[in-house]
């Protein structure tokens, strides 16, 4: 098996599913589950834990019980369009703690971005303070998510 054209069979698929269930599950309750040996499931997650088909094990946090209740959608398009302008943009943004996640986009805005604050004020105060004095910014548009309908990092 070539390892990078892996491509995962319905046997991986089946261990997928099972740990973005629960990471913490065991080798030999996976292996139970899906009908093969600990050891077999046991080489089959360390393969695609080398592949990086499993990235990284995870606990999944409910963010209103730890003050990050106010989700915001940012849209961001940059006021001049080169390498070292995204570059920059895409370094500075990455170290901003409350955004969670970011994306390049197509359409009329160049990024989008994922920041959680703990209400208006502080992200307000995230806002004009680190996101906006960031160089390269043409235009934003933020979004104020009401309320989550669905939210999952199952992808399998």
């Given amino acids: 098996m070539a390892t990078e054209n ?5 046997k991986d698929l089946s261990i997928l599913r099972l740990l973005q269930k629960d990471a913490k599950m ?15 499931t046991h080489e089959r997650i360390k ?3 080398k592949q ?4 990284e094990y995870t606990a999944v946090v409910d963010r ?15 006021s001049v369009h080169n390498k070292k302008t995204a570059g920059k943009f895409i370094e500075e943004v990455s170290k901003l703690k409350e955004v969670v996640e ?17 209400n208006m004020d502080e992200f307000h105060e ?11 910014i043409g235009q934003t548009k933020s979004i104020f998510v009401m309320n989550s309908i669905k939210e999952s990092v199952q992808i399998v």
């Fill in 6 to 10: 892996y491509i995962p069979d319905e």
């Fill in 64 to 78: 209103k019980k730890v003050n990050k209740g106010m989700m915001v959608i940012c849209m961001i398009a940059l």
């Fill in 126 to 136: 995230f806002f004009v303070s680190k996101l906006s004095e960031i160089e390269g």
């Fill in 26 to 40: 065991s080798v030999r309750d996976i292996s139970a589950r899906i009908n093969l040996s600990p050891t077999p």
């Fill in 47 to 49: 393969r695609m834990e």
């Fill in 52 to 55: 990086g088909i499993i990235k």
């Fill in 102 to 118: 970011f994306y390049n986009i197509s359409g009329d805005f160049d990024f989008m971005l994922k920041i959680l604050a703990p």
